[in-house]
């Protein structure tokens, strides 16, 4: 895929290619393009460094110039002079845009380059009349300030492009070229350099092992197995903190490896890797058109009709009605087509476009679609799915209550030690607060989980029961204290986790997937944007209702199952709200289809992620701040591009 391109420099590059490429074949379907940019940059720049000093020269001896500033440069072969620098400037500087306006035409979709070549040709023909048929005023000097700006005017545009560019060449630069394969044994906790050989990294393969040596670039997506180290990611995600990782953790090609080795194993390479995905998304995004973009195509198009029209009514005025003479009707004519010009009026938006997706994919903010993007500045309504999104989605512990002479350290050993291999958000969080709390536990024999109830196993010689007012009754367990021990758990709210050892309850344990302290800021901000948020969660109303007030959510829906989350979101829209829905990108795809704008949190590694216009790759609610507040910079950038650029041609 290629990086975009403007319509009318997409016409020229098939000149320009011609010319600087008939060798270079190895180019074609090359994924990055930027070459082929540069290449097009340094072709304007030398045809402008060429005609600029002729063009100076034209004017130095055009007699209308040296009129103005009063000064007199005459000899005998002036007007031949005048008419060889003008022709040398109009075939060398204005080829590629003949060029380009001969695909307009074949096209039969006239545009900018069709309208300069025409005001070119008349000024041309005009000015070999005026020289050797008969005596009136050339058109050197006009023709060839003409084909110079226009030269300079792609030059730098072209520059702009290599430069919004640059985020493409930098994620690609970050992939070192080499990797350390290893030959691992996960029983040697030392990897002697003579299983160590570097490769390219491009021929890793999945499975391989790389060593990855403090300081160094992580050379491709992979997990952990051996190693524990901290990583800095701000390449790819925008996180300026540098992420503790340790084995089993997923690391990211591209980022790097702070302060400790590591033994990666390969999960991704070539176009599924995270850079890789990032730099797709940006083309893509590059290559959407937003749709003041059409208006904008649609006017410029219309401009050149209507540069024709007024150019051609004016010489017949001037001819037929309020009769002036030939010449006098040509200069009015061409005069009219050439400054109706509007050169500017199509770089106005592709400029704001690059710069933007370019910058935002620096910052975590992956654009697909500028369409997307340009939705986000007229939302009323942002719609959080609650859980991974406004809330962690990982339970954590919140309160521990001890009973029977224990301690709290007591109940988490306990505990621990039976969830230690259990799969479950729950236990997980519940084995996590052990380790934080540096408590020494080892898995309980006989495990056993009970879907929906809890778990049991043998710990040292006594038998451990975790799980709720159901299970603890199932078993015949007295309730009593548990209820007494309930009226002490500060959030009714949260989950409670009781904990018995043969049978009879000594604890408990309440967690909550906590809410991120981001989820408030972001949700303040949007209120200061004029916004209102609403918030999805499977949760029941009570618990939703606890989080909404926390968060200080206008409107929550709870109880939702995830095949209902579509209708909420429709419910929205039916009551003529501007809709963005922010959501995992997995669970939530058929809701971020519905929504007007379908934004992606927590994408991580996954940013290939078609059901959202836009996706942030880390977890974090003010991002959809941003990228708010980007849409109505880039909304205000655009109509400011188009008001110079519709004065200038005015």
Known sequence: ???????????????????????????????????????????????????????????????????????????????????????????????????????????????????????????????????????????????????????????????????????????????????????????????????????????????????????????????????????????????????????????????????????????????????????????????????????????????????????????????????????????????????????????????????????????????????????AKNLDYVVFDKTGTLTKGQFGVAEVLAFKGLAEKDILKLAASVELHSQHSIAQGIVSEARERKIKFSAAHNFKSIPGKGAEGKVGKDIVILGNTAMLEKRGIELKVARELLKKIKDATRTVIWVARDNEVVGAISLEDEIRVESKKAINKLHEMGIKVAMLTGDKKEVADVVGKKLGIDTVFAEVLPEDKVNKVKYLQTKGFTVAMVGDGVNDAPSLTQAHLGIAVGAGTSVAIESAEIVLVKNDPRDVVKVISLSRKTDAKMKQNLAWATGYNL
């Open 1 to 375: 895929m290629k990086l975009p391109l403007k319509s009318r420099f997409k016409k020229i590059k098939k000149f320009a290619m011609k010319n600087k490429h008939k060798n270079h074949k190895e180019h074609e379907g090359h994924h990055d393009h930027t070459e082929h940019h540069q290449m097009m940059a340094e072709d304007f720049k030398r045809r402008f460094l060429v005609v600029l000093p002729l063009t100076i020269i034209v004017l130095i001896l055009s007699p209308k110039i040296q009129e103005w500033l009063g000064f007199s440069v005459d000899f005998a072969f002036r007007n031949f002079v005048l008419f060889v620098l003008g022709t040398a400037i109009t075939a060398y500087g204005g080829k590629p845009f003949f060029e380009a306006a001969k695909n307009e035409i074949k096209s039969r979709n006239w545009g900018m380059m069709t309208l300069v070549s025409l005001a070119l040709t008349a000024g041309y023909t005009f000015s070999i009349a005026a020289t050797f048929l008969f005596p009136g005023e050339s058109l050197w000097w006009e023709i060839s300030t003409l084909v110079s700006v226009f030269l300079f005017g792609h030059w730098l545009e072209m520059r702009a492009v290599i430069g919004t560019g640059g985020a493409l060449k930098e994620l690609a630069a970050l992939i070192p070229p080499m990797a350390h394969k290893v030959i691992w044994d996960k029983n040697e906790k030392k990897i002697g350099e003579e299983k160590v050989e570097d490769i390219p990294t491009d021929k890793l393969q999945k499975g391989d092992y790389v060593l990855v040596r403090p300081g160094e670039k992580i050379p491709i997506d992979g997990e952990i197995v051996q190693g524990e180290s901290s990583v800095n990611e701000a390449m790819i995600t925008g996180e300026s903190k540098p992420v503790a990782k340790k084995e089993g953790d997923v690391v990211i090609g591209g980022s790097i490896n702070n302060d400790g080795s590591l033994v990666v194993r390969v999960d991704k390479t070539g176009a599924e890797t995270a850079v890789s995905q990032i730099m797709e998304l940006i083309r893509q995004a590059q290559e959407t058109k937003p749709k003041v973009q059409n208006l904008a195509d649609k006017a410029a198009n219309w401009l050149t009709i209507i540069a024709i029209v007024v150019g051609t009514g004016t010489f017949f005025y001037w001819l037929l009605i309020n009769p002036q003479g030939a010449i006098f009707a040509s200069t009015l004519a061409i005069t009219v087509i050439v400054i109706t010009c509007p050169h500017a009026l199509g770089l106005a938006i592709p400029t704001v476009t690059t710069i933007t997706t370019s910058l935002a994919a620096k910052n975590g903010i992956l654009i697909r679609d500028m369409r997307g993007l340009e939705v």
